[in-house]
């Protein structure tokens, strides 16, 4: 890039990708903004754990109707209440740990700032039931974090699988996605595009 010159945009840097050039053409411009709120943020990742995209849909739209999703109200939450949104009981203990730690860090988006990715996932796998996939949801779509690349993404293996045509591993995955670098936020967003029908 020469001296005064436009910045490329994500977009225009992933389209010239042999192999991601294609769903950037067909999707057009993706964005990747922060969250306005980061626990209510965590608190969704949490609920799409392990369950499919339309069953987290429904346990959200239901617990997001019957609660306040603060960490104060989440502390003081009734269990059973939880688990009459459908939460279980386990994802149910994980929204409140995750309140509690937002209550006594007083976690918000100026916590993170400082820190890199990497530090940001090692903070809040701290936290019980937030593993790394929770974590780097939370990097990318509470924080717009742009170079994260969520390998334990079913969604992403998939679309990795569809635009490469082949069958990688994790390894082999996160080598071929270093030619996304910085943008590999961007390129996941599109990966999940590739397989969304």
Do not use: N
Not at 34 to 46: F, G, I, K, N, T
Not at 89 to 105: I, L, P, S, T
Not at 128 to 136: D, E, L, M, Q, S
Not at 178 to 187: D, L, V
């Amino acid at each position: 890039m020469t001296d005064g010159a436009t910045p490329e945009s994500p977009t225009d840097a992933l389209a010239d990708d042999p192999h991601l050039g294609p769903v950037v053409a067909e999707h057009g411009p993706v964005t990747l903004e922060p969250a306005d709120d980061l626990y209510e943020r965590l608190v969704v990742s949490l609920v799409r754990q392990q369950v499919s995209m339309d069953a987290a849909a429904a346990i959200r739209e239901r617990l997001f109707d019957a609660h306040e999703i603060t960490p104060a109200t989440m502390c003081d939450a009734d269990p059973a209440d939880l688990h009459a949104v459908g939460l279980s009981e386990a994802k149910a203990e994980y929204v409140v740990h995750a309140a509690r730690a937002f209550e006594q860090r007083g976690y918000d988006h100026d916590s993170f700032a400082g820190m890199d990715d990497e530090r940001v996932v090692a903070e809040l796998t701290e936290i019980r039931g937030v593993g790394p996939w929770t974590a780097k949801m939370v990097l990318m779509f509470g924080l717009g974090r742009e170079d994260v690349f969520p390998v334990e993404d079913l969604g992403i293996r998939k679309g990795m699988a569809a635009v490469f045509d082949a069958d990688l591993t994790r390894g082999e995955m996160r080598e071929r996605a270093t030619a996304w670098r910085p943008y590999r936020s961007y390129a996941s967003l599109y990966l999940w595009r590739a397989v969304e029908a």
